[in-house]
T-cell receptor
Framework: DTAVSQTPKYLVTQMGNDKSIKCEQN?????MYWYKQDSKKFLKIMFS???????INETVPNRFSPKSPDKAHLNLHINSLELGDSAVYFC???????????FGSGTRLTVV | GDSVTQMEGPVTLSEEACLTI???????????LFWYVQYPGEGLQLLLK?????DKGSNKGFEATYRKETTSFHLEKGSVQVSDSAVYFC??????????FGEGTQLTVNP
């Protein structure tokens, strides 16, 4: 059973389109995250939700909007996609930061 | 602010060589510390962790010791295998209920 699952795994789209990435965790964790990994493998936190409440909102363009319908799901919607949005996006969950995160396998977004 | 610094890569070793990847952190208090590993095309997997000073985390032959006096958490393995080729990330629990990650170190092990 996959603990943190993201869909789709690959996403190729044209500039200006709107797309969504979905994330679900079956670990019963209270907190979920979105991270962006650039081409140099650098990981940058974007958002975090704790039990459906937004607790971390980093300096991310307004075109990115997270949505958490329940504590097991955290989706990421991106409007008006730009070339610079191309990256791998990782969802993660945790039950307390001190215990670490469980990551999904990532969504590779390519904007052409 | 809080930060994690890893030794720059890439690192290339021959099979059975010794590995050390340096990691230092800047954070208040006694943060939990982690090493994650990312194999090609996959997400990050927790490799090991330590939650207090002088703790040693270990897994799959890898070890790291929490050194408060030097704010370090260096990753070591005595004999690497080709299957250890991956990107390794050091991380620290930092203020704001988050993990802060280092830049990642690409390890390639040749047969």
């Amino acid at each position: 059973d996959t603990a943190v699952s993201q869909t789709p795994k690959y996403l190729v789209t044209q500039m200006g389109n709107d797309k969504s990435i979905k994330c679900e965790q079956n670990l019963g964790h209270d907190t979920m995250y979105w991270y962006k990994q650039d081409s140099k493998k650098f990981l940058k936190i974007m958002f975090s939700y704790n039990n459906k409440e937004l607790i971390i909102n980093e300096t991310v363009p307004n075109r990115f909007s997270p949505k958490s319908p329940d504590k097991a799901h955290l989706n990421l919607h991106i409007n008006s996609l730009e070339l610079g949005d191309s990256a791998v996006y990782f969802c993660a969950s945790s039950q307390g930061t001190a215990r670490g995160y469980t990551f999904g396998s990532g969504t590779r977004l390519t904007v052409v | 602010g809080d930060s994690v610094t890893q030794m720059e890569g890439p690192v290339t070793l021959s099979e059975e060589a010794c590995l050390t990847i340096n990691c230092t952190y800047t954070a208040t208090g006694y943060p939990s510390l982690f090493w994650y590993v990312q194999y090609p095309g996959e997400g990050l997997q927790l490799l090991l962790k330590a939650t207090k000073a002088d703790d040693k985390g270990s897994n799959k032959g890898f070890e790291a010791t929490y050194r408060k006096e030097t704010t370090s958490f260096h990753l070591e393995k005595g004999s690497v295998q080709v299957s250890d080729s991956a990107v390794y990330f050091c991380a620290a629990e930092t203020s704001g209920s988050r993990l802060t990650f280092g830049e990642g170190t690409q390890l390639t092990v040749n047969p």
